[in-house]
Structures are given as structure tokens and as C-alpha cells.
């Protein structure tokens, strides 16, 4: 038996501070609420004490962004970029440092923030770094909406960031973000690295806190623009609270992706794609391929194949450098993928995970699958937010794009198909942002991405993305 | 000649048939196998051959990459490059190979590094049908097997009648294991077929010695054509599938290595019959080699972690092994004079 040694990455090279202030107007000032504890999920280690904003607080820093928007605003796109791939470039030397904090604070194996989250931060800094001075070209105007109030989530704390700020400091808007509680540390980095660049004070802001905190940004009078990435169930409460106002608003929600394996797929392909679909990141992943559908002509192969590479997955530390599945993010989210788990269990669906030893610290949950589940169980309906994936089997092409479509969300589906005729009339039935043909959870910048029905609205990445941070 | 090769074919079964060695008339045992119609003829055979699932390139690729990033580090590093050293074919296969060439290559072979006698030897030495009489003289007593190239290697432009007589004079020289090369040009022209019986052929004449079957995949050049010619070659009895002759570029690639794993370990799923894998040709350094290992690790799984059923096709990537194997013990590099060149 070939045994993996451990093989961890050093954390020494991020300096992690007891405590952390507010990032507002260029510098870190005391929040007034009542401070809180960020945690290493793997371990349950306290990592430091974060500020928590009152609304006075988000009050001062939609002020600092409203007096920074006049100069940001009237610097030429050109100016604009300077600062945009002076950001890039730093997020890339100090990308070690971001990984390791971002796997510490989150939970996710290094493997994947190493190998994807940061290079598309980079990434998406230098995509939107380009557009820049060349907004007259997109077609939508140059003219930004003014300041933008950004609540993201916890799943990819730093990607979300970037997925925000980048297109919005492009347009020549200045932000207020508030990253989530349980994963504020990369985003507060980020502020430094603000610093560091040497970006007028005021453009970026990021503000921390819970609930209260984003309600109070999302709420504020002075901001143009809202965007936010999180729960269906959260972003209807934010539709609610800009109804009537002038607000421009961007929803990034939930998903209950089908991946849609056909007879005729790469079945070892296909394999990869079904793990990566809802295994990467603990399948805290909005878009993740949470329901597999499978043509039952194949059902017992792929399954044996399926459970044969589940059986590989190395579940532990997320610092080392071997692992595939992490900690999930927090105590509360292990309780809700527990529930649902057993939920399933209790409908009748048949529940299997492989021989997996979890940590005895820490929160951890082992890959699952679901089989003999029917549209009609919950696993198969509500976004369980983990590594469960709930299988269901198909007939005919028409029956696949019924189920897949039949659901409240919509954000991505993926179709695994040699045959090209029929991945086409699939992509054009299937109603979803993203499509995905023979592969998973692939992302890029000059890619848009965003829902139908309820996983939200607007785009983000890609042309698109410009839209939703330009006065249309 | 199509009607010929029908009527060849069908006395063909896989599985665990035995050729017996009589020149060019190949007598099967009727032993039924799950495949044992697969090779009837040459439409049966194209007809199983692209019932296999595809491959998609792009996923692939991306899955040998992700392996590529595993970090074996310390213990697993020290265990993993004896494990690559055992499993090397140490090769020379040049026009320019001369007795005094084999028999220095066949030294180290048995004893690779002199100054540390708990370096394990390799697996094989590899060289040319008429120098297998030399290394069999050379590594007289000792358990380093001698694999020798056969069919007209590298290209396979030959008949029959002459990849035959080659593979029969190595055996009889004292060959332990057969590298042959397959026909290209008949499998690209979809004669598979007529690939089938020449490997049938060859393992007949082969006897004892085991057959490794060279696909050169950088000349087949899809992912499927692998998979593919993976089955073909393990179907008509294949010992072992070999990536490249390493004298076309690319190699023995990560991808390639993934692709014809998956097809041993389908293989033994559908028939019972276990087939061993050999990259051959651009392995050059340890992490290379381990990368391998790796590969082996997570999709045949490790009941191919064995000399017996993994080799490494190579000859430079010995002394790199060498190398970090004496930096894990002594904590130093010493430089590459300390180590022979042969």
C-alpha cells in the first residue's frame, strides 16, 4: 500500500493578527459593535477577533465610499487599471500567503484554493483590469452607478470578493463589502493589499459582521447598487428591502445543479466530473451537481465506477497538500447537512459513503451519495450546501431535461454526452446560467455567470458582468 | 484476404487460452471467456473495440494533472523511489550498443549504486535481440530479468514471418520478456484484426517469456486510439501494454499512463485476467517516476504496485532516483560523479 506521508503546508508564512479592525476610508478603525471570534473550522482553533460594524459604522464607510467615488469616478479608465493590475500582481506574489489563510479561515483543502481560487482572483483582477478603458467599447456607456454595497459568502471567501470588487472598481464605482462572518480574514488582507497598492483611500471598503451588519448595507441610503452572493432565502429578504428604491441590484443565489450523464458519456470522465461537480470544496458551492441524473442503461456501471473513486478520496487536514475534502465551513452548516442527510435516509433514499476516518477534532462530514431518490424527496429539492449528492436515473434525452428543469433554482447544469447533436438541443432546453458540456464547476472571468428563476439575477464575469456596475 | 483473416480470427479466444509455441500455426484452447467472441472477426472486433467508452481528451488530462500536484514527501518519498527502482527496465536500444555497452548496463542493473548496497536492482534490462545472449551471460545468477525488443522494433514494417523469427532467436537467447511493437499503420487503417493475430502470434512464439506489447501511442495519437488498442493488445494476450518504443515523441505521458491503467483495471473487472503497465520513454526524473506511482495508486489501484505488474520503461531517470534517494538518507546532494554512468 502506497501511503501519502503527511504533507502540510506551512502556515508560518501568513501572519494572522489577534484581532482585526474595520477597513474604511484607508484605514483600520474600531468597529462598535460587540467583536466577534473567527475560527479555523478543521480544528475549531480561535484565529482572531474581528470588529463587528454598527450601522454608525456602515454609515461612515458609505460616506468615505460617496466622497472617494468623486475622484475614482473622474480618473481616466486607463488610471483606473493601473490600480486594478497593480492589485492582480500582488494577489499573485502574496497568492501562498492568501491560500493558506483562505484554506485556515475557510476550511477548504489547499490543494483548491491553491490551485483555483487565487489564480481566478488573479485572474478576474486582470480580466476587468482590461475593460477598464474600455467601457465605450462594451456598448453599455462609461458611466458608473456610484457607491456599491457587496455582501458575499463564506464558500469562497476571496473569489466572491473578486467576482465584486474587480468589475465595480472597473466601472469606476467604489465599494462597501462586507464578507461573511465565519471567513473575514482574506477579505481583510485584501484590504491591506488595497493599502499596499496604494489606492485612494475609500474606494474599497470592507466592513465585517453577521446578518445585522449586511442588512444595514444592503439598506443604506446612499447605495446605488447591491450585490450579493448567498442563500435564496437571504437574497429575497434583500429583494424585498430594495423594492422601490433606485437601487440597482445583482443576486447570486442557490442552485440544485443536474448533472446529466448520458449512455454514450466518457464514463471515466464523467466519473471526474460527478466528483467534482459536488465534492470540490466540500460542495459549498452554489453551482455545485448536486443531483445526478444518470440514463439507466448505464446506472450500475457508473455507480460502481462512482463508489470505486469515491473510495480514493482523501478527506482530513485542508492544509495538506493531499487532501480533496476539507472541513465543512462552520458547526451550523454541519448541523443543517446532517439533517437533510438524515432526512434522506428517513424518505426511503438508500444512503453509502465510503470507509472514511474524520478527524476527531473539528467539523467534517464524508462524502455520501443518495440512491433510489425520487424528484419528490427533499435531498432531491432543497440545496443541502455539502457533500451529498443525491442520484436519480433517466430514460430519454426529454426526460432528462424535464427533471433537470424541474426545480426552483437554476444556476448550472452539466451534460455528459460524446454525441455533440445532442449536448447542443440539451444546452438550449436546459434553463440555466451555466451550462456545462463535459465537464464541471469550470470557471473563467470573461465567463458570465448567474441564475434563472430562484438563483437569482444579473450576471457576473464576462461583458456582462460590466452591466450590472454601469448606469445603463 | 479478408476471408482469410475471418477464418484466423475465429479460432481465437482471450482469456486464459494457452498458445502452445509451434512456429506460425497457433492452436487455441476453446476455454470460454466473457470476450471469447469479441475476436470472431474483424467487424466483431471494431464493433467491441468502439463499444468502449470514450475518452473525453480534456477531462483526461485535467485528472493526470491534479494527480501530478500529490506532494509525497519523506517516508512516502523514501519508499516510493525504492519501489521506482525496482520497477525499472534499464534500457539501451541503440545502433550503437556493443557488448561492452550491455555488460556495463547489466552491472548496474544488479547493484545501481556501489557505495550503498540496500539500493534494491532493478527490474529488467532491456535491449536488442542479438544482445540478449550477452546479458544473459552478464547477469548469470542474478534475479534482474532480460526483456529484449522483438517485431521488427521500432517501426513494425516487417511480416510475420520475419517479427516471428526475431521474438523466437531473442527467446532463444534466453529472453525472460518480449517487448514487441504492434502494427500502426493496420490499426490506423482499422485492420485491427490482423493487429490482433500478429500479437497472438508473437505470444505463441514468445513461450514462457512474458509479452509486453508496445502501442506507441504517440503514433496512435487520440486518447481513444489507446484505450482502444489497450483492449486489442490484452485481448489477443498481452502480458503487459507498453506505451512507446520511446523513439517517437510524446512518450509515456501522464494522461496516456492514466488511460491504458483504466484499461487494465477494466480489464481484469470484465475477464479475470490481470495485464501489467509499462510507460516507456520520458521518464527522466524522480518526481516523473513517482508521478507514475501516483498515477498507479489512485486508478489501477495497488495491486499494481509491484515490479511484477508496473514497470518503468527509462535508463537516465536511474541515476536521478539515485540521487534523491542518497539526499533522503545522508540529508546532501553529492554530485552526479558520484554516480556511474553506464
Known amino acids: 500500500m502506497f501511503e501519502y506521508a503527511p504533507a502540510p503546508e506551512s502556515r508560518d508564512i501568513v501572519d494572522i493578527k489577534p484581532s482585526y479592525g474595520l ?29 463587528v460594524a454598527s450601522p454608525e459604522d456602515v454609515d461612515r464607510a458609505v460616506k468615505a465610499a460617496r ?52 489564480p481566478l482572483v488573479a485572474a478576474h483582477f486582470f480580466y476587468y483590469a482590461g475593460w477598464a478603458d474600455k467601457l465605450e467599447y462594451a456598448g453599455l456607456g462609461s458611466k458608473p452607478l456610484g457607491v456599491a454595497g457587496q455582501v458575499i459568502p463564506w464558500n469562497f471567501p476571496l473569489l466572491m470578493l473578486s467576482w465584486k470588487i474587480a468589475p465595480a472598481l472597473a466601472c469606476g464605482n467604489t465599494v462597501v463589502l462586507k464578507p461573511a462572518e465565519t471567513t473575514p480574514l482574506t477579505a481583510l488582507l485584501f484590504a491591506e493589499i488595497c493599502q499596499q497598492a496604494e489606492l485612494p483611500p475609500g474606494v474599497v471598503n470592507i466592513i465585517t459582521g453577521a446578518g445585522e451588519t449586511g442588512a444595514a448595507v444592503v439598506g443604506h441610503p446612499d447605495v446605488n447598487k447591491v450585490a450579493f452572493t448567498g442563500s435564496t432565502e437571504v437574497g429575497k429578504i434583500i ?77 482530513g487536514d485542508p492544509l495538506d497538500k493531499n487532501t480533496d475534502i476539507g472541513a465543512i465551513n462552520s458547526a451550523e452548516q454541519l448541523a443543517k447537512i446532517r439533517e437533510l ?16 476516518d474524520l478527524p476527531d477534532r473539528g467539523f467534517f462530514f464524508p462524502p455520501t451519495i443518495f440512491t433510489g431518490v425520487a424528484q419528490s424527496h427533499r435531498i432531491a429539492r432543497e440545496e443541502i450546501f455539502g457533500p451529498v449528492l443525491s442520484v436519480l436515473t433517466f430514460r430519454t434525452p426529454a426526460e432528462a431535461v424535464e427533471k433537470a428543469n424541474n426545480t426552483p433554482y437554476g444556476l448550472s447544469a452539466g451534460v455528459w454526452t460524446e454525441k455533440a447533436s445532442r449536448m447542443l438541443w440539451m444546452a438550449n432546453r436546459l434553463r440555466a446560467g451555466v451550462v456545462w458540456s463535459n465537464t464541471f464547476n469550470r470557471f473563467d472571468p470573461a465567463s458570465p455567470f448567474g441564475g434563472y428563476k430562484e438563483s437569482g439575477y444579473g450576471r457576473e464575469g464576462g461583458l456582462a458582468g460590466l452591466e450590472a456596475y454601469l448606469d445603463v | 484476404m479478408q476471408e482469410g483473416a475471418v477464418t484466423a480470427g475465429a479460432r481465437h479466444s482471450i482469456g486464459l487460452e494457452t498458445f502452445a509455441p509451434v512456429g506460425d500455426a497457433v492452436e487455441v484452447s476453446t476455454v470460454t471467456s466473457p470476450l471469447a467472441e469479441v475476436a470472431a472477426s474483424n467487424a466483431t472486433l471494431r464493433a467491441f473495440l468502439h463499444g468502449l467508452p470514450g475518452v473525453d481528451q480534456v477531462g483526461a488530462d485535467a485528472r493526470a494533472a491534479m494527480l501530478g500536484t500529490r506532494s509525497i514527501k519523506t517516508t512516502a518519498k523514501a519508499s516510493a523511489i525504492d519501489l521506482a527502482i525496482s520497477m525499472v527496465d534499464l534500457t539501451t536500444l541503440e545502433g550503437a550498443d556493443t557488448p561492452g555497452k550491455v555488460r556495463a548496463m547489466c552491472a548496474k542493473a544488479i547493484r545501481p549504486d556501489p557505495s550503498d548496497l540496500s539500493v534494491p536492482h532493478v527490474a529488467a534490462v532491456c535491449v536488442y535481440p542479438d544482445l540478449v545472449a ?14 529484449s525488443v522483438a517485431t521488427a522494433f521500432p517501426s513494425g514494417r516487417s511480416s510475420l514471418e520475419v517479427k516471428v523469427a526475431d521474438t523466437a532467436l531473442a527467446v532463444a537467447a534466453g529472453a525472460d520478456e ?36 508496445i502501442l506507441e501511442t504517440g503514433e496512435l495519437v487520440t486518447y481513444d486510439n489507446v484505450r482502444r488498442a489497450s483492449w486489442l493488445a490484452m485481448l489477443a494476450g498481452g502480458d503487459f501494454i507498453k506505451t512507446s518504443t520511446g523513439k517517437v515523441q510524446p512518450a509515456a505521458t501522464p ?41 498507479v495508486n489512485e486508478t489501477a489501484g495497488d495491486g499494481w504496485l509491484s515490479p511484477d505488474w508496473f514497470r518503468l520503461g527509462a535508463s537516465s531517470v536511474l541515476n536521478d532516483l539515485l540521487m534523491q534517494r542518497q539526499k533522503l538518507t545522508t540529508g546532501r546532494y553529492a554530485g552526479p560523479d558520484y554516480f556511474t554512468l553506464d
Open chain 2, 134 to 147: 550477452e546479458a544473459k551471460a552478464a547477469l548469470k545468477g542474478s534475479p534482474v530479468k532480460i526483456a
Open chain 2, 178 to 213: 518480449i517487448d514487441m511493437v504492434i502494427d500502426r499503420g493496420a490499426f490506423l487503417a482499422g485492420d485491427y484484426i490482423k493487429v490482433f493475430e500478429e500479437i497472438a502470434a508473437i505470444k505463441a512464439a514468445s513461450g514462457e517469456a512474458h509479452l509486453k506489447v
Open chain 2, 255 to 295: 494522461p496516456v499512463t492514466l488511460i491504458m491503467l483504466e484499461a487494465v483495471r477494466d480489464f481484469l473487472d470484465a475477464t479475470g485476467r490481470k495485464v501489467g503497465v509499462k510507460p516507456a520513454g520520458g521518464i527522466r526524473t524522480t518526481k516523473d517516476a513517482i508521478k507514475m506511482l501516483v498515477l
Open chain 1, 239 to 315: 429583494a424585498r428591502t430594495v423594492a422601490g428604491t433606485s437601487k440597482k441590484v445583482t443576486l447570486e443565489l442557490g442552485g440544485k445543479a443536474a448533472n446529466i450523464v448520458f449512455e454514450d458519456a466518457a464514463l471515466d470522465q464523467a466519473v471526474e466530473g460527478i466528483v467534482n461537480g459536488i465534492f470540490f470544496n466540500q460542495g459549498h458551492v452554489c453551482c455545485a451537481g448536486s443531483r445526478l441524473l444518470v440514463q439507466e442503461s448505464i446506472y450500475d456501471d457508473l455507480l460502481g465506477a462512482l463508489k470505486r473513486r469515491l473510495a480514493l478520496l482523501r478527506l
Open chain 1, 341 to 356: 442527510s438524515n432526512i434522506g435516509a428517513e424518505e426511503g433514499a438508500e444512503r453509502w459513503s465510503p470507509p472514511c
Open chain 1, 67 to 118: 466622497k472617494a467615488f468623486e475622484g475614482w469616478s473622474a480618473l481616466p479608465g486607463s488610471e483606473r487599471a493601473k490600480y486594478l493590475f497593480r492589485i492582480a500582481r500582488i494577489i499573485q506574489e502574496r497568492s501562498r500567503e492568501l491560500a493558506v489563510l483562505e484554506s485556515l479561515d475557510n476550511g477548504k483543502p489547499i490543494r483548491e484554493s491553491r490551485d483555483v481560487d487565487l
Open chain 1, 23 to 51: 477597513f474604511i476610508d484607508g484605514r483600520f478603525v474600531d468597529g462598535s459593535g460587540t467583536p466577534f471570534k473567527t475560527i479555523n473550522p478543521a480544528t475549531e482553533e480561535t484565529l482572531a477577533e474581528i470588529s
